[in-house]
């Protein structure tokens, strides 16, 4: 496999989260282990086999929509651009940010006016046509869906608005983000379930090294609960309920009472820039994407092979690419959904890779507070990750009052802890057998 040369780095990073709408007031809840997760209240849960959810609260859609706008686009969309504008800011990238027009509707104009940006005028040409855009979600707008097919049962086909198709495009947010920010390199979404997030990441940072483009916003989005979503899920026996009649404990990874995993929504965005390019503009990097890896269990739809051998090969792929050995990782962010066969073939790819190491290598689970953000998932816990890194500190993993005995021999981090980090390990796998595995590394 070739190594890459051009060195990868993160300068800013943007979420919306069930635990905070910006990336302090995540962190901060993160640290002091505070849930995102609470009853279903949005529709009834009485014949569905799961009745927990992590919903994203506060969100101000008309910060970055017009009111037409806010009716067509569903959540996901409207997710993902909030958390761009953040990352973009952060990043530098702000006085790129073209606001919705204030009239109305998401159209084309009429007016002959070249409104996309790049041209010989623009004085942010160069990195408009060097910035691509990676945002993904693994449902898409499952609640423009639902919606549309409603309307379409009770009041005929013509009812179904016009907008309908743009609207639930797996793409449609990295078509907007790149829209909003005139933003003309590659721009595409990728779509591996519960793996999408970590993948929009790996192929970010792999467009770069290969000089197809110097920046790339890339993450991933997911807002899918839903009836219908819900019970899907639900009856596949996967999705967990209130324990005790607490949601906040439903979701509760590696421990004996872990029942399946609680669905969560939001969006996590970060720019990535070749370190060159960051540099010569003297932005500040939040951390090197060091390495990546891929692979497929190619076995089940939806179980992980039981050994854990196809994400081991993602975990050996990213520590190859990045030059590493396995006792240079500092730090890993696991998957750890919460559900009983994940949790285990998660561990076993680990002892696979790091053997008795495994003891002292301290991780701790996001999804224990955020729930599962599906497509979203990798990417947000990925910006945990990054301020672990910069803080170095390891937030907690909650709900894990009796730690199942096959992991007894793992450091699981089950209060806040300060730490020496170099190298820290990201982890997802989807349904597909799809693994993907990520590296960052301290910025210096």
């Given amino acids: 496999m070739s190594t890459a040369h051009r060195r990868v780095v993160v300068t800013g990073v943007g979420i919306v989260s069930p635990v905070g709408n910006d990336v302090p007031t995540f962190w901060s809840s993160l640290l002091s282990g505070r849930s995102g997760i609470s009853l279903i209240s949005d529709f009834p849960t009485d014949k569905l086999r799961s009745d927990v959810a992590a919903s994203v609260r506060g969100f101000e859609a008309a910060r970055f929509f017009s009111p037409k706008e806010t009716e067509i686009y569903g959540k996901v969309t409207q997710f993902s651009l909030g958390a761009a504008v953040e990352a973009m800011r952060g990043a530098g990238f702000e006085s790129l ?12 104009d009429d007016d002959g006016d070249d409104d996309s940006g790049g041209t010989e005028s623009d004085p942010h040409r160069a990195v408009r046509l060097a910035t691509g855009c990676l945002m993904s979600t693994g449902q898409g707008a499952v609640d423009v869906f639902e919606r549309e097919i409603e309307k379409a049962r009770v009041r005929g086909p013509r009812a179904v608005s016009p907008f309908f198709v743009p609207s639930v495009m797996p793409n449609s947010a990295a078509a907007l983000v790149a829209m909003r920010f005139g933003l003309m390199g ?3 979404s990728v779509a591996s379930a519960c793996a999408t997030g970590t993948h929009s990441i790996a192929m970010g940072a792999l467009l770069i090294e290969s000089g197809e483009a110097e920046c790339m916003v890339v993450g991933g989005a997911e807002a899918a609960t839903q009836p219908n979503t819900v019970a899907g899920f639900g009856n596949t026996r996967a999705l967990a309920r209130a324990v005790d009649g607490d949601p906040t404990k439903a979701s509760r990874p590696f421990d004996r009472r872990r029942a399946g995993f609680v669905m969560g929504e939001g969006a996590g965005v970060l720019v ?8 010569a503009r003297g932005a500040t990097p939040l951390a090197y994407v060091a390495g ?24 050996e792929r990213a520590i190859a690419r990045a030059r590493l050995s396995p006792g240079d990782i500092d730090y890993v962010n696991p998957h750890a959904t919460s559900t009983p066969q994940g949790d ?7 002892s696979a890779v790091f053997g008795e190491r495994l003891r002292t290598l301290p991780m701790s689970a996001t999804k224990s507070m955020l729930g599962h953000m599906l497509g979203g998932a990798g990417a ?3 910006i945990a990750t990054v301020c672990t890194l910069r803080d170095q500190v390891i937030h907690p993993s909650i709900n894990v009052d009796d730690i199942d005995p096959i992991f007894e021999n793992i450091d699981l981090v089950r209060e806040k802890r300060a730490a020496q980090i ?5 982890l997802s796998a989807g349904f597909g057998g799809h693994n993907c595995a990520l590296i960052f590394e301290r910025a210096q």
């Fill in 292 to 315: 990546f890896g891929m692979s497929t269990d190619a076995t089940n739809l939806t179980k992980p092979l039981v050994d854990g051998r196809g994400l081991r090969m993602a975990i």
């Fill in 344 to 350: 285990v073939a998660e561990y076993r790819a680990l």
């Fill in 380 to 382: 947000a816990e990925s």
């Fill in 272 to 279: 990535l820039e070749s370190e060159s390019h960051a540099r």
């Fill in 422 to 426: 170099r190298y820290a390990l990201k």
């Fill in 97 to 108: 940010y073209r606001p919705p027009k204030r009239g109305g509707a998401a159209k084309d």
């Fill in 186 to 188: 590659p721009s595409y």
